[in-house]
T-cell receptor
Framework: SQQGEEDPQALSIQEGENATMNCSYK?????LQWYRQNSGRGLVHLIL?????REKHSGRLRVTLDTSKKSSSLLITASRAADTASYFC??????????FGKGTRLHILP | DVKVTQSSRYLVKRTGEKVFLECVQD?????MFWYRQDPGLGLRLIYFSYDVKMKEKGDIPEGYSVSREKKERFSLILESASTNQTSMYLC?????????????FGSGTRLTVV
């Protein structure tokens, strides 16, 4: 089955820097979503981008989608300590469920 | 504030016990899902449901069953708990039309089977 695959697996940056995470997938999609998971908690939906969209913004988050390359990126600008978490992309095709990648662990250094 | 509530944050059960994990949502979502999350394996779908009294197997249904008698409640049942079912269990729900909204997750239940 198709699956989003995040890259890198882990990322450490200084507070205030920008963090970029990438997601690649294998087959056509209806939309792609990004989620955040703080340690030991459930996932929180951050942003959804549909297949006919190329870029979307939400606060300090910017998501791009390139359907020709089957890839997406999540940019977090001006990172904060509270952004330390795991970030997952999830692909939604026209099937009845979405599929999650294994996540990028982001650590913001003080 | 909309919510998906899982009945327990932490649970310890003995091998062979029948275990019930409860999930309740207050958003009138049609779809509900159960995942387990293990290090290195990501989220794996166990079962899902699009409507009351209906269920569909996910990727790893063996050893599990589910019940959805009411729209807001989706229960995961471990028929005879085994140590390899020690995991974090996550419940999620969504509208049928997922083109604008994603999933809403509960806080998770960390189950340990001893």
């Amino acid at each position: 089955s198709q699956q989003g695959e995040e890259d890198p697996q882990a990322l450490s940056i200084q507070e205030g820097e920008n963090a970029t995470m990438n997601c690649s997938y294998k087959t056509s999609i209806n939309n792609l979503q990004w989620y955040r998971q703080n340690s030991g908690r459930g996932l929180v939906h951050l942003i959804l981008i549909r297949s006919n969209e190329r870029e979307k913004h939400s606060g300090r988050l910017r998501v791009t989608l390139d359907t020709s390359k089957k890839s997406s990126s999540l940019l977090i600008t001006a990172s904060r300590a509270a952004d330390t978490a795991s970030y997952f992309c999830a692909t939604d095709n026209r099937d009845d469920k979405i599929i999650f990648g294994k996540g990028t662990r982001l650590h913001i250094l003080p | 504030d909309v919510k998906v509530t899982q009945s327990s944050r932490y649970l310890v059960k003995r091998t062979g016990e029948k275990v019930f994990l409860e999930c309740v949502q207050d958003m009138d979502h049609e779809n509900m899902f159960w995942y387990r999350q293990d290090p290195g394996l990501g989220l794996r779908l166990i079962y899902f449901s699009y409507d009351v009294k209906m269920k569909e197997k996910g990727d790893i249904p063996e050893g599990y069953s589910v019940s959805r008698e009411k729209k807001e409640r989706f229960s995961l049942i471990l028929e005879s708990a085994s140590t390899n079912q020690t995991s974090m269990y996550l419940c999620a729900s969504s509208f049928s039309d997922r083109d604008y909204y994603g999933y809403t997750f509960g806080s998770g239940t960390r189950l340990t089977v001893v």
